[in-house]
């Protein structure tokens, strides 16, 4: 069987070998719970409070801001259930891009059942959501803005520090989901004025099911997990300190990034100059806006990204559409549909997403498998 090549970074990408191996040595010599009265505890918790000063060094923010959680969807919950409800009495209503990854707008949706009051931002068809949509949207009651760093669709780089700022200025807590974000750029969440910043290790070579929350220092947040003291009452639950340090390690490797975005934008670059050449007809969704380079949505106008995705399964290439169910089937993409593209753009678009073991060879094979499936 040929090589399946890779394109789903954005999902999910494979474990880089030096994060398996910490986290293999830690767990063969470990086990002590961070939280015990014991001798077995010490390792553990000195271990866990490195790896909390090394990440909130790497945001530019204190140790006791960072709160470790079960990766992205947690920490989005968290996020913005905790602060809606810690701050009802200043207000009830929110703000959310309309781009969101389903953990912030399904946590929108149950907010909205409880009696919070919601708005939308759109983009426009470009990708990029306009700061004078949010300044329209602002009420009095408005308690917090949830908006992303990087769209996990199109790789579009929204206003974040504008946003940011904006938000301090009118005394409403900003929520930053910077799953795509954290570890590929440089951040600092003081220059960005968030308040609350979600991340993920699997986005960056890291193990499955681990992540983390930075709290601002002053942010209230009423618990959704109850039962234990762990991360300074901030996060009930024993930690996954594997996990943590396996977050650590891939964090580690990421001071790399500059050099491998690089290199990634150059293998993107090629994927899309040379799919326009063979395939006139293509689209390349928000391609005029500043982007993530791990990412380009293509369009194919005239065929079905469904049975497209199938096909280019079978012939060896994974991809995507975005937003996958658990189950493995597609859902029409609401970030497109919201950009207000036409159906034909939106029912062909194709989620192509690069990382650190894309090779050239892998998107020259790519290009063929695609070019040779869209050719009519
Ligand atoms: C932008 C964004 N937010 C949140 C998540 C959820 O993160 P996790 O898979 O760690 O729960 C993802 C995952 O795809 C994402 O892309």
């Known amino acids: 069987m040929n090589k399946q090549i890779y394109l789903d970074n954005a999902a999910t990408t ?43 060094a790497s945001l530019g923010c204190l140790s006791k801001e960072i709160v470790f959680t079960s990766g992205g969807t947690e920490s989005n919950n968290k996020a913005i259930i905790g602060a809606c409800l810690a701050n009802r009495e200043k207000g009830n209503h929110l703000i959310v891009s309309a781009v969101e990854h389903p953990s912030v707008l399904a946590t929108a949706d149950y907010l909205e059942k409880t009696g919070f009051e919601i708005s939308y ?3 426009d068809e470009t990708g990029l959501i306009s700061m004078a949509d949010l300044e329209a949207k602002v009420q009095p009651n408005t308690i917090l803005l949830s908006m992303m760093y990087v769209n996990n669709e199109t790789g579009v780089i929204f206003p974040i520090e504008k946003a940011g700022n ?34 993920s290790a699997h986005k960056i070579y890291g193990p499955k099911g681990v992540g983390g929350l930075f709290v601002r220092d002053g942010i209230a947040l009423e618990p959704i997990s109850f039962g234990g003291g762990q991360e300074a009452n901030k996060r009930a639950g024993t930690e996954n300190l594997v996990g943590i340090i396996g977050l650590h390690k891939a964090l580690e490797l990421m001071q790399n990034r500059h050099e491998e975005c690089q290199d990634i934008s150059d293998l993107r670059n090629k994927l899309e100059r040379k799919l ?34 199938l096909k280019m399964d079978l012939a060896g290439l994974s991809a995507s559409v975005g937003s996958a169910c658990s189950s493995g089937s597609i859902k029409q993409s609401h970030v497109l549909q919201a950009m207000g593209l036409e159906d034909a753009i939106i029912n062909s678009a194709i989620r192509f997403s690069l990382g650190r073991f894309t090779r050239a060879e892998d998107i020259d094979a790519a290009i063929e498998i695609i070019a040779g499936l869209t050719t009519f």
């Open 276 to 309: 326009g050449e063979q395939i006139p007809c293509c689209v390349i969704n928000a391609k005029d806006v500043e982007r993530s380079p791990y990412i380009s949505n293509i369009s194919f106008p005239g065929l079905d990204n469904q049975s497209l995705l």
């Open 14 to 56: 494979p474990v880089d070998k030096r994060v398996t191996k910490a986290m293999f040595e830690w767990q063969e010599n470990n086990f002590g719970n961070p939280s015990s009265p014991h001798r077995h505890r010490q390792a553990s918790k000195i271990k866990l409070e490195e790896v909390r000063d090394d990440v909130a």
């Open 166 to 199: 904006f938000c301090k200025e009118k005394n409403i807590i900003f929520h930053c989901d910077a799953v795509q974000a954290f570890g590929k750029m440089d951040i600092d969440v003081n220059m960005l004025n968030a308040d609350l910043f979600s991340f």
């Open 121 to 123: 931002l759109k983009p």
